[in-house]
């Protein structure tokens, strides 16, 4: 067993004064049994804990880190502006640099508003959705996690969904009434519902690849179909590509499926590792936010110089060296490596995987939503998490998150932590 010492004796500590422990519920490893990790150092692929023990990471601090953490020239950036004040509250230079950056990237966003988090971007995008199209309805998905917003915290992924509380405590009713909750890949349901709330529905918010029950994909012509009805319905589409977006293309999703969303919103990656959120999209639709329109949104750090230069230089990096090709490969042999792992243990299970995202299930049954997600074997996932840990191979603590590849990970890791895969799952059956 590896020793923890030092971490058990923090995580005593910090639960007298943070709620559970932590300050994301996750983080807490309830679902998947044991303690939380305490982590002092992260360089590349690799995150070490304070009592030295060594991890391959796959979570990515949640898919920021896909340059890998700690990257060197992330680093000169954020030193260098800090070095000219750590914020302003007035506009910089650097917010027009990632705005142009991100509008000339994802074509769908011709205008964009920077904010915090993504669960701030997803927040602002369905109010403007609202008021710019009069209507108060809003479609989301089954398993979808849209951020800790009170409307869309209905059937929601993620810690809600790993901690048995997908409609959350504490959001009034009148909150969620006006949130239609649908299960993924299913066009036909999406249709009735556009038909039973005709001039109603201001938008349909998704994302694009789930990535918070798991990990599933968009059917083929489901993402097609939902643009259709949408703009048959006069109501828009959001993309949330929190995720998503700068991952799984350089474009996101969007980009890798061809189709052209009215608002996205971002998060994560144009982030470079630091606090932020964007939303952004059709000219006609962002100019109703104020100044411009009566849509109300403002953040004191939004268009932080910090954020700003840690996430364009993650964006300008991500245009380099076949960055995609590399991922997408290094994805490939991931997923390989995992099936071929549980066949020869003849285990029940399905790996999804889209690009540098990736989810195993202990099902037979192919997971296409949360319906699908839900047949999983929860109890044979955590037996895993807690084998691959021991193997030194951080997977994200609940069947409902996603594993992200960095571009710091290397064919080798992959191998060892297939090899890894294999011994543990022996230990399963
Ligand atoms: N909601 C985040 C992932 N889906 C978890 C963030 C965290 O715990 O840091």
């Given at each position: 067993m590896r020793s923890r010492i030092k971490s058990d004796a923090l995580f005593k500590e910090a639960l007298n004064y943070l709620p559970g422990g932590?300050?994301?519920?996750?983080?807490?490893f309830r679902a998947v049994g044991g303690q939380p990790f305490f982590v002092n150092r992260a360089k590349g692929a690799r995150v070490w804990d304070v009592d030295g023990n060594e991890y391959i990471d796959y979570v990515g601090t949640w898919g920021p880190a896909i340059l890998g953490h700690a990257y060197p020239k992330i680093i000169e950036a954020v030193q260098k502006t800090a070095e000219a004040?750590?914020?302003?509250g007035i506009p910089n230079p650097l917010e027009v640099t990632m705005a142009k950056l991100i509008c000339a990237t994802v074509p769908s966003v011709k205008k964009v508003r920077m904010c915090n988090s993504g669960t701030e971007a997803t927040m602002s995008a369905i109010r403007l959705a609202r008021g710019f199209t009069h209507r108060d309805k809003i479609i989301k998905f089954e398993g979808c996690y849209h951020g800790h917003v009170d409307s869309l915290l209905v059937k929601a992924g993620s810690g809600a969904l790993t901690f048995g509380h997908p409609d959350s405590a504490g959001v009034p009713a009148a909150f969620t009434q006006h949130t239609i909750v649908l299960p993924f890949n299913d066009l036909d349901a999406v249709q009735q519902a556009l038909a039973a709330n005709p001039g109603q529905v201001a938008g349909i918010i998704l994302e694009p690849v789930p990535g918070n029950s798991g990990v599933f994909a968009p059917l083929p012509g489901y993402l097609e179909g939902l643009r259709q009805l949408t703009s048959e319905a006069g109501a828009l589409l959001i993309f949330d590509e929190v995720m998503t977006g700068f991952r799984l293309a350089r474009g996101g999703a969007q980009e890798r499926y061809g189709i052209t969303p009215d608002l996205s919103c971002f998060g994560k990656i144009i982030g470079g590792g630091l606090p932020v959120g964007a939303f952004g999209g059709r000219t006609d639709i962002m100019d109703c936010l104020a100044p411009l329109g009566p849509v109300y949104q403002a953040g004191t750090l939004s268009g932080n110089p910090l954020a700003m230069a840690a996430g364009i230089t993650a964006l300008e990096e991500l245009g380099k060296n076949d960055a995609y090709a590399r991922l997408e490969a290094l994805g490939a042999r991931l997923e390989h490596g995992l099936r071929e792992a549980a066949r020869s243990a003849g285990l029940p299970s399905r790996v999804n995987r889209v690009g540098s995202m990736f989810c195993a299930y202990f099902t037979d049954q192919p997971v296409n939503n949360l319906a699908d997600a839900m047949k999983s074997d929860r109890e044979r996932f955590a037996r895993f998490f807690r084998g691959m840990l021991e193997e030194g191979i951080y997977l994200a603590?609940?069947?409902f998150e996603a594993g992200f590849l960095s571009l710091a990970h290397t064919p080798e890791d992959v191998d060892r932590t297939v090899a890894a895969t294999a011994k543990v799952l022996q230990t399963l059956k």
């Amino acid at each position: 067993m590896r020793s923890r010492i030092k971490s058990d004796a923090l995580f005593k500590e910090a639960l007298n004064y943070l709620p559970g422990g932590v300050n994301s519920p996750v983080r807490a490893f309830r679902a998947v049994g044991g303690q939380p990790f305490f982590v002092n150092r992260a360089k590349g692929a690799r995150v070490w804990d304070v009592d030295g023990n060594e991890y391959i990471d796959y979570v990515g601090t949640w898919g920021p880190a896909i340059l890998g953490h700690a990257y060197p020239k992330i680093i000169e950036a954020v030193q260098k502006t800090a070095e000219a004040g750590t914020s302003f509250g007035i506009p910089n230079p650097l917010e027009v640099t990632m705005a142009k950056l991100i509008c000339a990237t994802v074509p769908s966003v011709k205008k964009v508003r920077m904010c915090n988090s993504g669960t701030e971007a997803t927040m602002s995008a369905i109010r403007l959705a609202r008021g710019f199209t009069h209507r108060d309805k809003i479609i989301k998905f089954e398993g979808c996690y849209h951020g800790h917003v009170d409307s869309l915290l209905v059937k929601a992924g993620s810690g809600a969904l790993t901690f048995g509380h997908p409609d959350s405590a504490g959001v009034p009713a009148a909150f969620t009434q006006h949130t239609i909750v649908l299960p993924f890949n299913d066009l036909d349901a999406v249709q009735q519902a556009l038909a039973a709330n005709p001039g109603q529905v201001a938008g349909i918010i998704l994302e694009p690849v789930p990535g918070n029950s798991g990990v599933f994909a968009p059917l083929p012509g489901y993402l097609e179909g939902l643009r259709q009805l949408t703009s048959e319905a006069g109501a828009l589409l959001i993309f949330d590509e929190v995720m998503t977006g700068f991952r799984l293309a350089r474009g996101g999703a969007q980009e890798r499926y061809g189709i052209t969303p009215d608002l996205s919103c971002f998060g994560k990656i144009i982030g470079g590792g630091l606090p932020v959120g964007a939303f952004g999209g059709r000219t006609d639709i962002m100019d109703c936010l104020a100044p411009l329109g009566p849509v109300y949104q403002a953040g004191t750090l939004s268009g932080n110089p910090l954020a700003m230069a840690a996430g364009i230089t993650a964006l300008e990096e991500l245009g380099k060296n076949d960055a995609y090709a590399r991922l997408e490969a290094l994805g490939a042999r991931l997923e390989h490596g995992l099936r071929e792992a549980a066949r020869s243990a003849g285990l029940p299970s399905r790996v999804n995987r889209v690009g540098s995202m990736f989810c195993a299930y202990f099902t037979d049954q192919p997971v296409n939503n949360l319906a699908d997600a839900m047949k999983s074997d929860r109890e044979r996932f955590a037996r895993f998490f807690r084998g691959m840990l021991e193997e030194g191979i951080y997977l994200a603590p609940s069947q409902f998150e996603a594993g992200f590849l960095s571009l710091a990970h290397t064919p080798e890791d992959v191998d060892r932590t297939v090899a890894a895969t294999a011994k543990v799952l022996q230990t399963l059956k």
